[in-house]
């Protein structure tokens, strides 16, 4: 069994910032991938950040240089700073990770109960 437990979700004006943490546990062997996602009501789902065991990270254009990805592999936890937020950066953020759980020979992927972020102008 494999949970990702998301919190920091919250309401903030434009121009204010959060902290999103999301903590993977079960019988996790490695996590390879850990990312953000965010669905606004009525929009698919998107990736917002990605960040890799090793440290390297990718983000969608619309949070570059706003937004930043962190990740503790020793907590098996990926964060992720929010700031200069924006009304068009409400949604729900959903947590991902893509690991292989203990005694597995295959990589999963794993989704967070998502956690509403609200910006309001």
């Not at 983000?59 to 907590?75: E, H, L, M, P, W």
């Not at 700073?81 to 992927?109: H, I």
Request: net charge positive; proline share 2%.
């Amino acid at each position: 069994q494999v949970q990702l437990v998301e919190s920091g979700g919250g309401l903030v004006q434009a121009g204010g910032s959060l902290r999103l943490s999301c903590a993977a546990s079960g019988s996790i062997f490695k996590i390879n991938v850990m990312a953000w996602y965010r669905q606004a009501p009525g929009k698919q789902r998107e990736l917002v950040a990605g960040i890799t065991s090793g440290g390297s990270t990718n983000y969608a254009d619309s949070v570059k240089g706003r937004f930043t990805i962190s990740r503790d592999n020793a907590k098996n936890t990926v964060y992720l700073q929010m700031n200069s937020l924006k009304p068009e950066d409400t949604a729900v953020y959903y947590c991902n990770a893509l690991l292989t759980r203990t005694g597995g020979a295959y990589e999963y992927s794993y989704w967070g109960q998502g956690t509403q972020v609200t910006v309001s102008s």
